[in-house]
């Protein structure tokens, strides 16, 4: 079981919908982070939070640190939303140390 | 461009020869690292480096070799290697590396570098 799980592995959805990805970590953390990867492969930062909740634009992060859980959410889903979404841990003692889940492949359809 | 350049984008190599990948970052970051993607698998931390220091060597094979000659460049000497290294490359720099401090540890990603072993 990895220490980091993601769910689901892949979304489908239709323009406009509103979607929810999931996050669930096993162990201590000092923050965790959201990262977006295109086709190409490029990665982009797109949250790190340790509490409470962050929002840029149509995309709102959450977490509880007591459930061990995380969600990203999108509004108002755009094709240009399709891209695989990566939930990332920092380990309690080191911040550069980040475990990684497989990873969510949204595909948005218009 | 994410200030993070990643060179070469793409790299195929026989098992016996020796190459080299290489980034840059022009963001004043004092971090950077190397992570592995392989097919179907999550990100792996290979390597980190902090004031040109490895802090961070996560059981990586010999035949990949990090060399950090100032903190705007990180190389990954690549000697030998094996089909199953086969996997996109990324280097990634922060503004810090050590304990957790908000802000300091988010990561900027290059573009990667997709090699290809035959």
């Known amino acids: 079981k990895n220490e980091v799980e993601q769910s689901p592995q892949n979304l489908t959805a239709q323009e406009g919908e509103f979607i929810t990805i999931n996050c669930s970590y096993s162990v201590g953390i000092s923050a965790l982070h959201w990262l977006q990867q295109h086709p190409g492969g490029g990665i982009v930062s797109l949250f790190m939070?340790?509490?409470g909740k962050k929002k840029h634009g149509r995309l709102i992060a959450t977490i509880n640190i007591q459930e061990k859980h995380s969600s990203l959410h999108i509004t108002a889903s755009h094709p240009r939303d399709s891209a695989v979404y990566i939930c990332a841990v920092s380990d309690e003692t080191s911040g550069s140390r980040l475990t990684f889940g497989e990873g969510t492949q949204l595909t948005v359809n218009p | 461009e994410t200030g993070v350049t990643q060179t070469p984008r793409h790299l195929v190599m026989g098992m016996t020869n020796k190459k080299s990948l290489k980034c840059e970052q022009h963001?004043?970051?004092?971090?950077m690292y190397w992570y592995k993607q392989s097919a179907k698998k999550p990100l792996e931390l290979m390597f980190v480096?902090?004031?040109?220091?490895?802090?961070e060597n996560n059981s990586v094979p010999s035949r990949f070799s990090p060399e950090c000659p100032n903190s705007s460049h990180l190389f990954l000497h690549l000697h030998t290697l094996q089909p199953e290294d086969s996997a996109l490359y990324l280097c990634?720099?922060?503004?810090?590396?050590?304990?957790?401090?908000?802000?300091?540890?988010?990561?900027?990603f290059g573009a990667g570098s997709r090699l290809t072993v035959l």
């Open positions: 963001l004043g970051h004092n971090a």
């Open positions: 990634a720099s922060s503004q810090g590396a050590g304990r957790y401090k908000s802000g300091a540890n988010v990561l900027t």
């Open positions: 939070l340790s509490s």
């Open positions: 480096y902090n004031f040109k220091e490895q802090t």
